[in-house]
């Protein structure tokens, strides 16, 4: 299960390892995220990483959910 906390540091500090877990996730699974866990990145990030928005919006263009 991927949480909120698990999908803001793949979005604010990606690395090798998240991005492999991202592709497998993503090659070998359908991701299912519940709009509770997107409205809470959403919020978490405009309170606590204002300046980082970009990087979320990034992250988000690059999945399929």
């Known amino acids: 299960m991927l949480d909120t906390n698990i999908l803001i540091s793949m979005a ?19 991701l299912v995220l519940s709009s509770f866990v997107v ?17 979320v919006d990034r992250f988000w263009s690059k999945l399929s959910y």
């Open 39 to 55: 409205e809470e990145l959403v919020e978490v990030t405009a309170r606590k990483f204002p300046a980082k928005k970009d990087a």
């Open 12 to 30: 604010m500090f990606p690395s090798k390892r998240f991005g492999d877990i991202l592709d497998f996730i993503t090659k070998e699974h359908t």
